[in-house]
Each structure stands twice: as structure tokens, then as C-alpha cells.
């Protein structure tokens, strides 16, 4: 696999309640894709049970590169850390297809 | 009859000669304190068993897609019921009973906002969060009160969930407009699609819609699963209810004594509004309690997601922890009959 | 009656009689434009009601497992019933029937094919699939057809579920043939399974077998789940359809015309020779109109599916957009009746 | 009668005309190897229909919310029939009888584990584990057996559902018992909260208190869901059970042998002891069958969860293999008319 | 993105009928918060379905220290290892609020 | 945690539609377990809703060594790139037992 190249990985754990504007932060802020799971769990903010819906938590994966992702990064902070349960996490991948993200 | 395909027996058996025969079999077992419970409805009675399994942490979890299926059923039911009934009055002469309806759900909150900047001592955003999701309504309150009326032969009004619709909105604005004022720039456009495009009202609405226009033998092909199975499902509905309530106990504890007071004074007081109101406005004894229900009742739906967005910085803990934890509970099994007694006390001359 | 506990009157209130009160309220109101609705059904309105709130980007969307559990209780209704119809019919008398709608479903495909690839200039994997979802047929559209004509008192052949079944796996085939040839190694052994044994076929043809054995009085006491709701779950089903029809006219403004145009013109073409082949065959109005409607149906489910696997190069965008955001709204809303009109003016000597 | 909106005919046909008429029907056929096929209750070809498609590795798969839906609705139907029969007798003349059924629940696990200890060469963990499943009961399999009791027209004792409860709990305490020992410090509390408040008997407990306070006319409203779509939902159920059946087929070729004897060899003797005492109990045929059916069944849902964290070394595998693979189809589709005959003729004097 | 943190990203795929047990274990090993989500799988226990509730797995991730997720790895080890269908794996990552986690 | 082995996380978020074929195929490539999760998203074949089931995505992860992975990267991105939504990246993980991956 010599064709390797470096990405970021971006991942948002919030309330299901985001996902709408979530998704659409992260396109303009220039994410090529997005993927979401639902989730459930604990935090600062408490228990978060998904036994209903607007109660759950998403997780939101973004691939993109490393100045995308600061940028999305500082833009969540700014806008939802004080308001809402969000954590929000980096790490480093390799893409087969740099051209996709 | 041995089996469970069939319904049980005396589908025409009255409901009077039910609690008798029901009070006297409790009797012969003597056992006492059970007698109290002689006027629970089972759907009341699924409600506490979510309610206690809840607090003693059970394992019983429905997952979310029931939850989601068992509300949209109700809220097509009770819209669809409300449409039929709707088709068999003139619209005009309803069209001054909307307009006082639209009023209370303008009013309310505004009189709730002072008391809890005052002596609630909440911030704005908490004070106006709060004030929205008790001047609007719940649902399935509405649902169990009326399936209490229904029990309980008491009449009324179908076509009041016309009002729920109603009511579900203007709490919304008023509260979103304490909160932040005129002046700043809202995305109302925005917001008034996340209100009125919400599953809530679209399927109210809808069946609504579509009760009307089919009316009452339009609608009975469709019958069997709204409303057939309609009680059963309100049954399931509030053993799950009870369960998410239960589970903001834990919340009322850190909250503390002024939750709970404002969740049970509350709707006391928004009853008597709403149920003066509906006596002025003409309604039967049954239309009364029922709109005195909605005053009374507090939005865990709708409010709950319009403020999440539009007022984010209001503590959700607070409302849902009142809203669902105090006084879903207590409407449901204090406040229907209790708000029933004043309606024939005060108005039933 | 005043509460949510009980169907709604009239159990055997004539449909003619539905209508026509249902007409004279609407006159009354003098809302002029409603009138051509008044042969909507509440089923077509959920299915309005899912496609406009679709359409206004409503919040409204069901867990993907009550889309399932709404598609598996149609499903095995609808094989049930067939079934049950059968094991009232000599099944010899019913083996040239079969045949000769075994011969559409080849058919109908190896017709659209060349006109997709000609007139519409599709590379041959996309002409390929489209040919195979409208050679194929929808059940949800069979389910909304059946209503319409009960609704309507059109009495028709109820075995014709059996039918179903056989129109939904030749187009498969073929189109696999037209993408692929003959030459090619395509893995039919891995593809047949992934046909007979998907989801569609097996509800249905175990319906229709387990109502086959079962009989009438046999499948009695499952009734009240899979008959006495049906048209409850009908009508949920299509909210959803609508939700979903929808969400696919984004992709209809990218591809242009010609899935518009294709989308409505192939149902109309398909439904008269359908409807000829009905005619035929010898069967009444109501099978006639049947059998155009399923002629004229584009699958979703099974199609889609297969076609993703075995000719991946096709672009699922297409047939999806065309069979879900065209030819299923035009068949529910305009082609059922109009196939019906079309079977009494043709056929109905 | 033409559409889907109704019932099918003849709500009040005879179960024996229904035969009757089958027979025929199928003689005109004559189709020979159906025959034994007569008395088969769709519910039951039902889940032949899910065991085939498992067995053939169909697609088909039903989302795990609409299976912790429909085994809601059943737990809580059965709880319900229960407790309404149970508010008709006087409690004192059921003591006795709980007294009894609960000594078999502590006496069945003790029987067995000497047996596959020795006979089965299991290491103690597992002998424990396997001794606790068979201990204890399946509900699925106590509707299965309702259900054809009253489809063949033999009376029962209603209140057995209180049986089931009773019966659920022993066999998991002597199985941690033999697993563990008295000595060793297993955390009780907790898992007497594990065991106690697990979704089945909230669920069952709760239906039984809930139909014993409101008795046969207070539950009637809510008995659309619970009881009129009952046996519906009984076949999709056992329908997803036939699917869960079939894919514990691969475990049962690894395991052997010795697994489905004893998933066919235990039932039969345990069915023998549960007769027995029915009889001395004095119970009805039909109650005779029925306590024999819940000795013989092998519980699925508590036990295992209960084990799998009590005794976590005993290997999950072999016990659900049994259960669910061997002895779960086999009580289902030969057992309960078995056991019936059973008690025909051994008791029926 | 000049403030961001390393931290370790402990992710464990198991049995569903652990979660009760293991979100204890976490906290109480110093977890600040987890976030859950359902899934199915094959490993060396075999396929794990999710056709009904108990027979599917979970996929619990904790963001916490390398102490933390050390001590929880080694926990989970002990404890479950053995009796359970359990596979556990260690990443890192980069966040924003290091105080959170 | 002196005993940590490195390995490669290879994540895939494709359609449901592949799930049976992919899963068989990572086994074939010598991957000794997966796990699998529901998700939804968006790319450049558009929004994948997961509405109703078969348009929805899934999300595969596969623990193993470099030499699998990039066996399985080859081979996913020949098979079914040009033709299926699908994205594919990897991360370094540790794992605690080297002999299950
Ligand atoms: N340390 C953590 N590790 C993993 N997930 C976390 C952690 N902290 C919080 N979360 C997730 O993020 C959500 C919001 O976190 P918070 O804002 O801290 O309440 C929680 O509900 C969890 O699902
Ligand atoms: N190599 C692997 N890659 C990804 N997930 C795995 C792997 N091995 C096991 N799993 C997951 O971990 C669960 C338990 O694994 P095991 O204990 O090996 O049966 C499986 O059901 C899978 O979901
Ligand atoms: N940049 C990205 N980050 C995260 N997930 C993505 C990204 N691009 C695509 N995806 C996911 O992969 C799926 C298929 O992608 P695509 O083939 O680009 O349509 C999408 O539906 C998303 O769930
Ligand atoms: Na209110
Ligand atoms: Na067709
Ligand atoms: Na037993």
C-alpha cells in the first residue's frame, strides 16, 4: 500500500438534537462526507440514555485534512461547548484516495 | 372462554356495573387498602408499574423505535378522532373558541415568566425555558385524560385536539421572545420550520386533516389500529413514560424542593385558568376538565426541542426534570380527576 | 360515543352511503376545491401527508424498524389473504393463469429495455436495471390498489397475491441477462438465493402458503392483527412512502426530464397491457384494474437489491428516483383509478 | 367480502367445522402428505415458515426493536389473561397450588444436574448452567401451548400465568447454588435485583397485577392490542423465533450428539413430572398440559442472562443450543399435542 | 489548533449484557465520561447477531490518560478476559479541554 | 501495560448492501474478526439516510495486522470502489493479546 496518505480523523459526540446543524458546520467549513452513528453515554452533562430520542447522543466521524479539521474544531468550540454535551477528539489515518477528503 | 384470541368478555358491559363488580371482589378478599385503587384505570395503573420498575432500576428498557412507533399512533389517534368531530361542526362557530385557546397559550407563559425570575430566582434563559414548557402542552396527558373521561362516561368536546394543536405553539414564541428579546436577531424563519414541521404537530395536524376531510365513516376502515388498539397502546405509551420519568428522579434530588413545589402548584393554578376558561367559553363538564388538563399539562415534546435550539443556554435538566418528572406524574394520577372535581364544583351548576 | 376506546360507528355502513355523506358535508362547508378530493382515501391522504411534509423538509422520519415491521405485517397480510382465496380456488384452473402472467413478468422487461437504451441513450447497465424494477412490481402499490377497489365495492380476485409473487423474480432475471449476456459468469446459484429467499418473497409466498393451508376459519383468530388493522398499517405504510417518495426529488431535479417523463408514461403503457392480458385471462373488472396496476408498479425493495449486487455499475439513483419519486405517487394518486376507469371503458362489456 | 378492511368470515365458526372443512378441502386435493399437516395452528407454520428460511439462510430478519415489541405485548398479555382469572378465584384456594409449583421449580434443576454431570461428562459450570435453563420456563412456549389449547377447544386454568412467574426464579437460584456453592460470596442482592426486575417478569408480574386489580370489564378497553391482535402477534413472534431457532443449527453440529438428546429426552421426562403433580394438584386436562408444557420448556431469556453473569465460565453456547435449537421447536411442534395426549390418557380417567 | 492534548482513546467491543457491569467499572476506575454504541460481529467466540437484545455486542469508548486506560485494560483483562466474547484496543488521540478527560 | 502489540485498524463505512459480501471476503483475507455498526452519512454519492434498511450504511472495523489490512484495502478498493459508496482509512491501535489479531 505505497499510495498511503495522511489524513485527520475528527469525531463529535453530542446531542442527537445537533445533527441537522452539525452536519450542514461541517459542510461549509469544507468536510468532503460526513458519517453518523447513535449513541448513548456519560459525560459532565450526565447520563445520556437514548430511551427516547431527543435524549441520545450521535457520533459524527469527519476524514479531512489536518487544517479542516482545526478549523471545524475551533468552530464547534466556539459555537457549542458552553451550551451542549460535546466532546471532541483527533487522531491520525491513512486514506487510500487523498482526492476524497 | 379459555383462549387469548378473543377479546374478553361483555365488550358492551357498562362501565358502572364494572366498578361495582370490581369493588365487590375486593371486598370478599377484604383486602383494604387496595379499595383506594378502585377507580384506576389499567392504562394508570401501567403507568405506575413503569413508574416503579423505574425507581427500583429494572432492567425493563423499551428501545426508542416503540417509543417512536407507540407516539406516532397516539398522536395520529387522537388527531384523526379530533378531524371526524371537527366535520360534524360548523367551523365558524369555533373560530371564536380558537382565538380564546390561542389566547391561554399566549398568556400563560407570560404569567409564569415573573414568578420564576422572582421567587423561582432562575436565570432568564431558565426562567423563559421553564415558561414555555409549562404554557404548552402534552400530549399524552391529553390522551389520558381523555381516556379517563371516556372511562368515567363523562362527554366532551372531540373536537379539543383541535386545541392541543393550538396550544402546542404560542408557549414556544412567548418563551423564546423573553428569552432573548425582540431586538436580537432569531432565526425565526428557521425556527418557526423546526415548530411547525415537527413530528408533533405534522401528525396531529395531519390526522386532523385527514379526519376531516374523510369524516366519520371515512375514517372507520382505518379504525382498527387507531382506534381499536388505541387504549392498549396509550397503555404501553405510559409504561414507558413511567420509566422516563423514574428516571429523573435522580435529577429532582440535585434540583431540589423548589422543582417539585413548581411542578405540582403549577398546573393547580393553570388549571383553574384553563377550566375558567373553558366554562366561560361554553364547553361541557368534560370540555372543561380537558382544557383545565391542557393548562395544566407541561410540553415534553415539542418545547423541549424548540428550546434546545433556540435557547440553548437554558439548562434542559430543569424543564424536563419538572416537566416530566413532577408533573406528568402528577396530572396523571392526581391532578384528571382532581381538575374533573372542580370543573363540577365550580361550573357544574 | 366520546372516547378513543371504541371503533368508530357505523361497522357496516355502506361505502356509497360513506361518500355520499361525506359529499354533503363538503358542500356544506362550500369548500369548492376540496371536492375532488372527496374520493380520496384516508390512506391516499397519510400518503399526501407523508409526501408533503417530505417535500417542506419536515422533521417527521419513522425508525427504519417500524418502516420494517409496517412492510412485514402488509406483506404476510397480503399473502395470507391470497391464500386463503386459493384454498377456495381448484388450483389446476389456475396453472394457465400463472402461466401467462409469468410470461408478462419476462416480457415487460425485454419491452422497456430498448426503448430505454434508443429513446433514453442509457448506458446498457442502467437501461438494464431500469427495465428490471418496471418489468418487476411494487406491493405497497398492490396493497393501495386492493384498498382502492374495496373502497370502491369493486369486488376482484383475491388469490391474485399469488400473482405478486410471480411478476417479482423474472424481471430480475432478465435484466441481469440484458446487463450481463449469457456469456458472462454471472453467480446464479449465490443470485437465485439472494432472490427466493429475500425478504419480499418469503413474507409473501409464506403468507400465501401458510393461508393456503390454513383456510378461512383457519386463519380466523390471526385475523385480528393481519385483517382488522391492515388498512391502519396500509395507511402508516404510505405516510412513509410519502416521507421517502419525497426525499428522492432532489435526485429528480438532477436527472432531469426524462425520469419524469419515463416514470409516468411506462405505468400507462404497461397498465394497458397488463390490463389487456387481464381481460384475457378471463378476469373480472376489479382483476383486471389488479393486474394493470401491477403491470404498470415499479419494485423497490427486491429489485433495488438484487440489481445492487448482480450490476453494480448501474446507478441505483435512477431507478430509485424514477420508481419511488415518480411511478409510485402517479400509480397511488392518478393510475389506480384511472386503470380501473381504464378496465370498465376497454373491457367492461 | 373482497378487501383487507375486515375480519376474515365466521367470527363464531367452530375450531371442529374449521377441521372439518380443511380435511376436505385438502382431500379434493388430495395433496396425501399434507394431511398430517390438518392440525397445524398457523402459529405454528409460522415458525416453520422462520425455521425453513433460517435453516435455507434467507435474508429475512426482523429488526431486535419489533422483537422486544411483540415479546412485550406477550408478556403482558399473558400477565393480563392471568391476573383477570386470578381476581375470580379466591386467593386462599391457590396457595397450596403456588406452594407446590414452586417446590418443582427447586426440585427439576436438582434432578438434572446429577444426570449431566454424570451421564454428559459437563464440567460443573456448565451442568449448572444447563440444569438452570431447563429449571425453569419459556414463555413463548406457554402461549404456543395456550394458544393450541383453546384452538382445540380444551378448557384451562386462566390464572397459570401466575405458574409462570413462579416457576421462572427457582431453577436460576439452585443453578448459581450448584454453580458456586453456598460458601463463596456471590453478590445475592445484586442478583436478586438481576433476577427480580428483568424485563420478563416486570413485564409478566406487572400484566398479572394490573388484570387482577381490574378484573375481566376493567381491562376490556385496553384488550384490542393485548387480547384481540394476541394471536398475530404470537405468530410473528414465533415466526422470528423459527429464524432464532435455525441459526443455533451451526452450534448444534459442533456440540453434538449429546445436546439434542438431551434437548428431546429432557422435556418428555420433565413433562412426565409436571403432569404428575398437575394431577395431583387436581387441575383440569387442559391445566395438566399446560404445567407439563412449562416443565418441559427451557428458559431463553432470564436464565441465560442471569447465568451469564452469575456464572460467567459456563459456556453460553451449549445451553441456548439446547433451548432454542433443539428443545424450543421440538415442545412447539411435537410436545404440546404430546404432552395433551398425555395427559388424556394417563390422567383423563 | 495550537491547544491541543494527547490523550488515549481505549476502545472495548463485548457482550451487550456487560454494559451495566463495565460503565460501573469504568467510572470507577477514573473514567470521565464513555460513550456506547450497539453493533454486531464475529470473533473467536463466534457471530454475534444482535437478532434479539442480549445476543449482539456493544462498542464502548473511553477517552481518558494513558494511566487511566492502562489501569482499565489491565481491569478488563482480569476480570472479563477469559468468560467473555471481549476485544480491546488502545489509539491515540488529540483533544481540546485535557481537563475533561 | 508493558505487553501492548501494535496492529492496524482498518475501518470501512460502505452500503448495507455489502454487508454479507464484505464480511465474507475479510475473512477470506485472513481478518479473524470484525464488528459492524449501523450508520448513515453523506459523500460523494450523496446522502445515505438509513430511512429504511437498504439505504443506510454500515461501518466495519477490522483489527489486524499491517499486511491483512493493506490486503484488504487492495482488495476492497478493486472490488468495489468504482461502483459502491464506500470510504476506507487506517490507524495504528495497541492491543493487549497479539495472538487473537
Ligand atoms: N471521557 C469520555 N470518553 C468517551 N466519551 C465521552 C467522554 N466524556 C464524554 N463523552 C461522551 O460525550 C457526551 C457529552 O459529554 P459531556 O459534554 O461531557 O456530557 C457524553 O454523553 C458521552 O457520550
Ligand atoms: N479482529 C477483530 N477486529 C474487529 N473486531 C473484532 C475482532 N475480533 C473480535 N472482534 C469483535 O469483538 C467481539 C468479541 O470477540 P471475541 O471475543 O474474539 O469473540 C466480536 O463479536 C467482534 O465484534
Ligand atoms: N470525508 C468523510 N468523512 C467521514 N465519512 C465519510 C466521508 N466521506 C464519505 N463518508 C462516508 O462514506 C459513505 C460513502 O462515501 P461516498 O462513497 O463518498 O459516497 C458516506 O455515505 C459517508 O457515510
Ligand atoms: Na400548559
Ligand atoms: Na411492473
Ligand atoms: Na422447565
Redesign the pocket.
Known amino acids: 500500500m505505497a499510495t498511503s496518505h495522511l489524513r485527520k480523523l475528527l469525531t463529535v ?2 446531542e442527537s438534537a445537533l445533527e441537522k446543524d452539525l452536519c450542514s458546520d461541517l459542510e461549509s467549513l469544507g468536510a468532503h462526507g460526513y458519517t453518523v452513528t447513535d ?8 447520563v ?1 440514555e437514548a430511551a427516547w430520542d431527543p435524549s441520545g ?1 450521535i457520533r459524527v466521524e469527519v476524514v479531512c485534512t489536518k487544517e479542516t479539521a482545526c478549523a471545524i474544531a475551533e468552530h464547534l468550540k466556539a459555537k457549542y461547548y458552553s451550551n ?4 471532541l477528539y483527533l487522531s491520525d489515518v491513512e486514506v487510500l484516495r487523498p482526492e476524497k477528503f | 372462554m379459555n383462549g387469548f384470541g378473543h377479546p374478553v368478555q361483555a365488550q358492551n358491559g357498562a362501565p358502572d356495573e364494572n366498578r361495582r363488580v370490581k369493588k365487590h371482589f375486593l371486598q370478599n378478599l377484604s383486602l383494604k387498602p387496595l379499595k383506594t385503587m378502585t377507580t384506576l384505570d389499567p392504562v394508570i395503573l401501567f403507568f405506575l408499574l413503569g413508574l416503579f420498575a423505574g425507581l427500583l432500576r429494572s432492567e425493563l428498557r423499551l428501545p426508542p423505535a416503540i417509543y417512536e412507533f407507540l407516539s406516532v399512533i397516539l398522536l395520529i389517534s387522537i388527531g384523526l378522532k379530533g378531524g371526524v368531530e371537527l366535520s360534524k361542526q360548523s367551523f365558524g362557530s369555533l373560530v371564536g373558541q380558537m382565538g380564546l385557546v390561542l389566547a391561554l397559550g399566549f398568556t400563560l407563559p407570560l404569567l409564569l415568566y415573573p414568578v420564576l425570575r422572582l421567587l423561582g430566582k432562575l436565570a432568564r434563559a431558565d426562567a423563559a425555558s421553564l415558561a414555555a414548557h409549562y404554557g404548552s402542552v402534552s400530549v399524552g396527558t391529553f390522551a389520558a385524560a381523555s381516556a379517563w373521561l371516556t372511562a368515567h362516561s363523562v362527554p366532551f368536546e372531540e373536537y379539543m385536539a383541535l386545541f392541543v394543536v393550538l396550544l402546542e405553539v404560542p408557549a414556544i414564541v412567548v418563551g423564546i421572545l423573553l428569552a432573548r428579546g425582540v431586538s436580537r436577531e432569531t432565526r425565526w424563519g428557521k425556527l418557526a420550520h423546526e415548530i411547525f414541521l415537527g413530528k408533533g404537530i405534522v401528525l396531529l395536524a395531519g390526522g386532523l386533516i385527514v379526519g376531516w376531510i374523510s369524516g366519520p365513516q371515512g375514517v372507520e376502515p382505518i379504525g382498527g389500529l387507531f382506534f381499536g388498539i388505541f387504549k392498549g397502546v396509550l397503555a404501553l405509551f405510559l409504561l414507558e413514560m413511567g420509566l422516563i420519568a423514574a428516571a429523573q428522579a435522580g435529577n429532582l434530588r440535585k434540583h431540589g424542593l423548589f422543582l417539585a413545589l413548581f411542578g405540582i402548584i403549577t398546573p393547580l393554578v393553570c388549571a383553574l385558568i384553563g377550566g375558567s376558561l373553558g366554562a366561560a367559553m361554553g364547553l361541557s363538564i368534560g370540555g372543561i376538565t380537558l382544557l383545565a388538563t391542557l393548562a395544566a399539562s407541561a410540553s415534553y415534546i415539542a418545547v423541549p426541542a424548540a428550546m434546545r435550539l433556540a435557547v440553548p443556554e437554558a439548562n434542559p435538566a430543569l424543564s424536563l426534570t419538572a416537566a416530566l418528572g413532577v408533573t406528568f406524574p402528577f396530572n396523571v394520577l392526581v391532578g384528571i380527576p382532581l381538575y374533573h372535581r372542580m370543573a363540577v364544583t365550580l361550573f357544574g351548576g
Chains 1, 5, 6 share one sequence.
Open positions: 459526540i453530542t449513541a448513548r453515554g456519560k459525560g459532565h452533562r450526565g445520556r447522543n451542549y454535551a460535546m466532546i
